[in-house]
């Protein structure tokens, strides 16, 4: 897996939105073992945690629980699971990005869509010509 990957998600030709997946490749930080479950754990329990994988879903609404399962299982099977990989899924719901942006998406575009989800991954310098495009 590489370290940023973003797909969008269709439903019986409806787009559901944007699954964002970023390999952090650090371990968890102070307020990420604030959360569940590694919040219940104990340090060594924590420190067995290499490296960080952060899921990401952006959709125009909230989603059921059948459609956000859809994202969760679609993301399980892309991402390397290892032991010593811990995972946070996130869902973020930005009405406005999905009614602003055009059909075919710019650095700028991903950009927004990387601040929505409070990423700090930076892609500014990206071209997309060198980018891998694939499609179901």
């Known amino acids: ?5 973003i797909f969008m998600l269709f439903k019986e030709g409806t787009s559901m939105g944007y699954l964002i997946i970023e390999d952090t490749k650090r371990t968890l930080n102070s307020a990420e073992k604030q959360l569940l479950p ?5 340090e060594d329990e924590l420190e067995e945690y290499k490296n960080l994988i952060k899921i990401y879903i952006l959709a125009d609404e909230v989603l059921s629980k059948d459609d ?22 996130e869902s973020y719901v930005d009405e406005q990005f999905f009614y602003a942006s055009p ?9 927004k869509m990387l ?5 700090s991954y930076d892609i500014s310098n990206l071209d997309l010509k060198n980018l891998s495009y694939l499609s179901q």
Do not use: R
């Open 1 to 5: 897996m590489t370290d940023l990957e």
């Open 68 to 89: 956000k399962s859809i994202f969760e299982e679609f993301a399980m099977d892309l991402v390397d699971e290892k032991d010593y990989c811990a995972y946070i899924l």
């Open 103 to 111: 059909v075919d998406l710019e650095v700028d575009d991903y950009e």
């Open 115 to 119: 601040k929505i989800v409070n990423s």
């Open 38 to 42: 590694f919040k219940t754990m104990d």
